[in-house]
Each structure stands twice: as C-alpha cells, then as structure tokens.
C-alpha cells in the first residue's frame, strides 16, 4: 500500500508540473499584459512595475522563478491588488468557498443517492418519473436561474430567509440549494441507471433467495456495487465545488474565491491566475487519488498494490 | 412417502408488449422428502419460471402466478404475504441459480454472505452463525474453510465457488433445495464433483432435491424421477429408469435420440426438426404436434388427456390413450 501511494504521489506531482507549465505558457500568450489599461503609466512607471515583477525578463526565466515559488508554495504579491499576496487572497476566500462547498456536497450526495435509489425501485413508476422530471430540471436549469427565482421567491416574496451574504446557517439555505441541484440531479441519475444494472444481476437474486428483508438487499447489496460511477465523478465534482464558483458566489455576495479565477484572467494577474490554477489543480489532483483509494474500498477486486494472485 | 411439496395446475403468465405470454400452462407435480426430481426440457420451455415461481421469486410485474397452487406442508405458498414468504426462502426452501460466477456478490466477503442468511433465519449469535457456516464449508469441500471465510467470491475458481453456494443454500437445513442448472456453467469434471456433492449431501441431510437442466447426462447420474416439460407442460413424467428406457411421448423419444452417445456413431444422432411453438398464442391441441411424426388430427385440435402407464410415469400424449392402444391391439 505504501509503495502504491508513494508512486500515485509522484504520478501526481508530474501532473501537476505539466498543469503548471501549460497554464504558465497559456497565460503569458493572451495579449496585453497587467499594465496596459487606460490608465496614463509614463513609460518609466511602466518599466520599473514591470522589472519588480520581473516581467521584463525572458519567458524561461520567469517560468524557472515561478517553479521556484510553486515548490515553495509562495506565489507572491498580487499585481492588481498590491496589497495583498496571493496566499492571502486564497487563504481568506478558500475556507468560505469550502464551507460552502461541503455543505453543498453533502446535501447533493445524500439527496441525489436517495432520489436515485427511490427512482430505481420504483423504476418506470410515476415516483421514477417523477424524479428524473426533477433530475433532468436539475442539469438543465443553470444555477443562476436557479438562484434568482429562489431569492426572488424564498427571500423577497416570502420573506423567509436573507437574500444574501454569507453570516449564519440560515444565509447558508438558499446558496447551497441553487449550487446542489445540479450535482444533484446528476447524481441521482447515475444512482438510477447503475442500481438498475445492479438489481438485475444474479447476487441480487440470490439474497431474495435467502430470505433477506428489500431494505438489506438494496442497502447491504446493491448499493455498494452500484455506487462505484457515482465515486467516479464524485471526485471532479468535489474539486470545482469546494473552490468555489464565481457566479453564485457573486449573486449571493459571498467573499468566497471563485471570483478570483474569473477577475485575475480578465486583469492579466499573473500570480493569482497561477496561485488559482495551481490550488485548483492540486485539490482536483488529490480527489481523484481518493478517488480511486475509495475505489479499492468499495470493491475488493480493485486491487490497489500487487500481491500475490491467489 | 412423504410429500413436501406438491404443484398443482400452476400458471405463470408475464406481461409483454406484445401480449401475455403463458409460460407455464398448467404443471402439477409432487415431491416426495429426499428424493431428487429432474425437470428437463428445451430452453424456454417454462422449467425455469416453474422453479422460480415456486419461491415467488419472477420478477413481478410483468410475472404473474396466474392461477394453482404451491402446497408446502399444507401451506398454499402463493397465498401467503410476502412476510411470510420471506421466512420460507432460504430456511424452508432454497435455491441455487445457473452461474456461481455471477451468484455470489463480489463485493462481500463469503463468509457473511453465509453468515446473514443464517442470522435472517435463526435467532443465534453472530459466533454460532460464523461456527455453522464453517461446518457447512467443511461439509461442502472448502478446505481450510476458516481463512477462506475473509475471502472475497473473486479469490475462488468456479467449482469452489458452486460449492460455496451450494453452502449458502443448505445452511439452514431447508427441506427443499431447488437447482437451476447447477453445473451448466461448470466444466465437465467439475460438473461430476458437484453432481456426487448434491448426492452426498442428500444421504447426509435428507433434502429433497429439484434439479432442473437441459442436460440428459446430469439428469441421469443424480435423478430419482423426471419430469419432461415443453412449451409450459409436463409431458411425461416417472422414475428415472422408466424415462430413460421406455420412453412413451415422442418428444421424450427425441431429447433421448439426440443425445451423443459413446456406443453409438454419429451418425445415429437424430435432432428434432422444427422449433417450440409460440407461447404467445400456444395451439389448442397438443403443443408438440407441428413437430411430431406420429401426429394425427386429434392432436391439432385437442389437448392429450394424461395418461397413467404405471404408478409413477404418466404422459400426455393420444397415442397412449387407452382406446389408441386398444385399436392397435385389435388390428394386431
């Protein structure tokens, strides 16, 4: 076992290098730079900006002082906002955006895995239909739409819970509820199709065989089988959910860090758009390796290190 | 002897797109405790949804015991709530299906998967549970069976893992074991080891056994009777030796013919021509006679009355009728 995770975390530590590269070679390719606006920079201004920041030196020297600053995880002041560094920025909007984030995960994973279980026992009945109706609305409705109507109806008209920002558990309602419905429905749908699968196979048959109650044979037997897809695309979706995402976070004014991926693109600033991508990478690095640990938990034949074949 | 269990005029019809289809249209049969009834027959001719239906276990809807009964000890099991029935499975009545690759799940161990059977039927301890399971393993040929408990179905071969089912069927002592073509799946050695392992297991514990397979081999080493079923009846049925060497229904004769046999050429293989009739609309007369040589008019039209030879072998079939054979004797 050891040896396997020491080998994965090498597998993942070249990922990363080639994740970091591509951005690094992708970025410096959009035109413009962060000192080009319409601001009125005289033009020693602009190069002595551009020295501190190291901006006036070749690619590959910039791309071997970024390396450096990667391994060291310090990606340096922002260029916009100069104020602050980038391990500020994402140390202040991460633990918001994770907060919301799991809260989210949650209530998709239970929701969409109970939706899905109940759609597949009564498979091609009107409680089936009914909550692929709700899945297929889920995947379809952008989240954005999802929030509005839910501000509009929950938070103005009815009054019942706050429109927006991110202070107590009741602020928490509304933005997890428009984040989760997509993951949702997405998840309910790959639980249906797979409990379907599984409930035909012949060990199913063999527990009804046996005497077992329908709550043993769908929890104890088929869930676990038919719940390896779901785990699959668990792990990308937990990355991009827990990192936040710019746009309900900007609807419900929540100082999360989505915004930033979005905002240090369209200013060119370099290191957030970096310190962004690389946190964003690692995070999606280190699901995906759980990923396939839980894999190896969930069923005995993924072996995750040789042993002897018996 | 004894009955356990007796079928009587069962019906099981599935809902389909394209109309109901009668799979099983009538079957009555006894089993009488420790013996070992063969039900034979051509795929798709109902030997399984029969088997199934016994243990209430066709998926529902679109299967439906239309109409007869399941008498164990007196009990109608197709009266009863699926609580009740429940109880029956696995304790009472157990079951063994076709594939062992496929019967066990891959996911638990084997060892609880025998364990929660035991512990769903009998109010004992997880140990004295974990103790009977290594008792039946034992029973069963598992060698080593108390480290084989923590294995995982994917770490034994085929014939272990039959075994291991076979196992999980008789942990409870059930009066009845019902096997859906248990060695189908297996290879010819294996087949016999579990075909001695059913006959050791029945001197050992009593069981009666139902066996139902397509294989005339397997039919011949474990069975005490046979039943021959087509197109959702029993045609013909009686003690082993009777069906083997005075077959009377022309479809038995044909199963029998086409089988290879060591003594005999090749060529002498003789197939039955045609194919079984449609269950959708099945004809009135006798189901086999759009295939049969000897077929007459009556037989497109009515339905053979059954025809008792001796105590235990009957058929279903005009030619056995008794004013046929007492024509055929005056004109010899």
Same mark, same amino acid.
């Given at each position: 076992?050891?040896?396997?995770?020491?080998?994965?975390?090498?597998?993942?530590?070249?990922?990363l290098?080639?994740?970091?590269?591509?951005?690094?070679?992708?970025?410096?390719?959009?035109?413009?730079?962060?000192?080009?606006?319409?601001?009125?920079?005289?033009?020693a201004?602009?190069?002595?900006?551009?020295?501190f920041y190291?901006?006036?030196?070749?690619?590959?020297?910039?791309?071997?002082?970024?390396?450096?600053?990667?391994?060291?995880?310090?990606?340096?002041?922002?260029?916009?906002?100069?104020?602050q560094?980038?391990?500020?920025?994402?140390?202040?909007?991460f633990?918001?955006?994770f907060?919301?984030?799991?809260v989210?995960?949650?209530?998709?994973?239970?929701?969409?895995?109970?939706?899905?279980?109940?759609?597949?026992?009564?498979?091609?009945?009107?409680?089936?239909?009914?909550?692929?109706?709700?899945?297929?609305?889920?995947?379809?409705?952008?989240?954005?739409?999802?929030?509005?109507?839910?501000?509009?109806?929950l938070?103005?008209?009815?009054?019942?819970?706050?429109?927006?920002?991110?202070?107590?558990?009741?602020?928490?309602?509304?933005?997890?509820?428009?984040?989760?419905?997509?993951?949702?429905a997405?998840?309910?749908?790959?639980?249906?199709?797979?409990?379907?699968?599984?409930?035909?196979?012949?060990?199913?048959?063999?527990?009804?065989?046996?005497?077992?109650?329908?709550?043993?044979?769908?929890?104890?037997?088929a869930?676990?089988?038919?719940?390896?897809?779901?785990?699959t695309?668990?792990?990308s979706?937990?990355?991009?959910?827990?990192?936040?995402?710019?746009?309900?976070?900007?609807?419900?004014?929540?100082?999360?860090?989505?915004?930033?991926?979005?905002?240090?693109?369209?200013?060119?600033?370099?290191?957030?758009?970096?310190?962004?991508t690389?946190?964003?990478?690692?995070?999606?690095?280190?699901?995906?390796?759980?990923?396939?640990?839980?894999?190896?938990?969930?069923?005995?034949?993924?072996?995750?290190?040789?042993?002897?074949?018996? | 002897?004894?009955?356990?269990l007796?079928?009587?005029?069962?019906?099981?019809?599935?809902?389909?797109?394209?109309?109901?289809?009668?799979?099983?249209?009538?079957?009555?049969?006894?089993?009488?405790?420790?013996?070992?009834?063969?039900?034979?027959?051509?795929?798709?001719?109902?030997?399984?949804?029969?088997?199934?239906?016994?243990?209430?276990?066709?998926?529902?809807?679109?299967?439906?015991?239309?109409?007869?009964?399941v008498?164990?000890?007196?009990?109608?099991?197709t009266?009863?709530?699926?609580?009740?029935?429940r109880?029956?499975?696995?304790?009472d #009545?157990?079951? #063994?299906?076709?594939?062992?690759?496929?019967a066990l799940?891959?996911?638990?161990?084997?060892?609880?998967?025998?364990?929660?059977?035991?512990?769903?039927?009998?109010?004992?301890?997880?140990?004295?549970?974990?103790?009977?399971?290594?008792?039946?393993l034992?029973?069963?040929?598992i %060698?080593?069976?108390?480290?084989?408990?923590?294995?995982?179905?994917h770490?034994?071969?085929g014939?272990?893992?039959?075994?291991?089912?076979?196992?999980?069927?008789?942990?409870?002592?059930?009066?009845?074991?019902?096997?859906?073509?248990?060695?189908?799946?297996?290879?010819?050695?294996i087949?016999?080891?579990?075909?001695?392992?059913?006959k050791? #297991?029945?001197?050992?514990t009593?069981?009666?056994?139902?066996?139902?397979?397509?294989?005339?081999?397997?039919?011949a080493?474990?069975?005490?009777?046979?039943?021959?079923?087509?197109?959702?009846?029993?045609?013909?049925?009686?003690?082993?030796?009777e069906?083997?060497?005075? @077959?009377?229904?022309?479809?038995?004769?044909?199963?029998?013919?086409?089988?290879?046999?060591?003594?005999?050429?090749?060529?002498?293989?003789?197939?039955?021509?045609?194919? @079984? %009739?449609?269950?959708?609309?099945?004809?009135?007369?006798?189901?086999?006679?759009?295939?049969?040589g000897?077929a007459?008019e009556?037989?497109?039209?009515?339905?053979?009355?059954?025809?008792?030879?001796?105590?235990?072998?009957?058929?279903?079939c005009?030619?056995?009728?008794e004013?046929?054979?007492?024509?055929?004797?005056?004109v010899?």
């Amino acid at each position: 076992m050891t040896g396997y995770i020491i080998k994965r975390l090498i597998a993942m530590a070249v990922t990363l290098w080639f994740i970091i590269t591509l951005t690094f070679f992708l970025m410096h390719s959009i035109p413009g730079s962060p000192f080009n606006e319409e601001r009125n920079t005289s033009e020693a201004v602009q190069r002595n900006l551009e020295k501190f920041y190291h901006l006036d030196e070749p690619l590959y020297v910039q791309y071997g002082m970024y390396l450096k600053s990667v391994v060291t995880f310090d990606f340096g002041p922002s260029i916009k906002k100069s104020s602050q560094t980038v391990n500020e920025m994402l140390g202040r909007g991460f633990p918001v955006s994770f907060e919301l984030g799991i809260v989210t995960l949650i209530v998709a994973v239970f929701s969409g895995i109970a939706l899905g279980i109940i759609a597949a026992l009564r498979h091609n009945g009107f409680i089936d239909y009914l909550a692929m109706t709700i899945a297929v609305l889920g995947i379809s409705v952008p989240n954005f739409v999802l929030a509005t109507l839910l501000i509009q109806q929950l938070a103005v008209n009815l009054a019942i819970l706050p429109v927006a920002t991110w202070s107590s558990p009741k602020h928490m309602i509304l933005p997890t509820l428009a984040l989760a419905t997509g993951p949702m429905a997405i998840i309910a749908r790959l639980t249906r199709s797979s409990m379907l699968e599984v409930l035909t196979q012949d060990y199913i048959k063999t527990a009804k065989a046996k005497g077992l109650s329908p709550v043993k044979i769908v929890f104890k037997h088929a869930l676990r089988n038919a719940l390896l897809p779901v785990v699959t695309v668990l792990g990308s979706l937990a990355a991009s959910i827990l990192t936040g995402t710019f746009v309900i976070e900007k609807i419900f004014a929540i100082p999360g860090m989505g915004k930033y991926f979005v905002e240090s693109i369209n200013t060119r600033d370099y290191p957030v758009i970096m310190g962004t991508t690389v946190f964003y990478s690692s995070i999606l690095i280190i699901m995906l390796f759980l990923v396939d640990i839980a894999y190896g938990i969930l069923d005995p034949r993924i072996k995750l290190h040789k042993k002897e074949a018996s | 002897m004894e009955k356990v269990l007796e079928v009587k005029d069962l019906h099981v019809t599935f809902t389909t797109y394209g109309g109901e289809v009668q799979a099983v249209r009538g079957v009555t049969f006894d089993l009488l405790k420790g013996e070992t009834l063969a039900i034979v027959g051509e795929s798709g001719c109902g030997k399984s949804v029969t088997s199934q239906s016994i243990m209430r276990l066709i998926p529902s809807p679109p299967g439906r015991i239309a109409d007869g009964a399941v008498l164990f000890k007196g009990k109608d099991l197709t009266k009863l709530k699926e609580s009740e029935m429940r109880d029956i499975r696995g304790a009472d #009545i157990s079951m #063994i299906f076709q594939d062992p690759m496929t019967a066990l799940n891959p996911t638990i161990t084997i060892g609880e998967q025998i364990i929660e059977g035991i512990m769903q039927h009998e109010n004992i301890s997880r140990q004295d549970a974990r103790k009977k399971a290594l008792e039946m393993l034992n029973l069963v040929g598992i %060698p080593n069976p108390s480290e084989r408990l923590k294995h995982y179905p994917h770490q034994f071969s085929g014939g272990m893992r039959q075994r291991i089912v076979i196992a999980m069927a008789l942990v409870c002592e059930p009066e009845v074991l019902i096997a859906d073509e248990p060695t189908t799946a297996l290879d010819v050695t294996i087949q016999a080891q579990i075909l001695d392992l059913f006959k050791d #297991i029945q001197k050992k514990t009593g069981v009666s056994i139902i066996i139902i397979t397509h294989d005339l081999g397997v039919v011949a080493q474990v069975a005490d009777r046979i039943a021959v079923m087509y197109a959702g009846k029993i045609v013909e049925a009686g003690e082993r030796r009777e069906i083997f060497y005075n @077959p009377q229904h022309p479809y038995t004769k044909g199963l029998l013919n086409s089988v290879p046999r060591l003594d005999l050429d090749g060529a002498d293989l003789v197939p039955i021509g045609g194919s @079984p %009739p449609d269950l959708f609309a099945p004809p009135a007369g006798c189901p086999f006679a759009a295939r049969c040589g000897f077929a007459m008019e009556v037989c497109d039209r009515v339905y053979p009355y059954k025809t008792h030879l001796s105590r235990d072998h009957h058929v279903d079939c005009w030619l056995q009728d008794e004013r046929a054979q007492k024509m055929l004797a005056a004109v010899k």
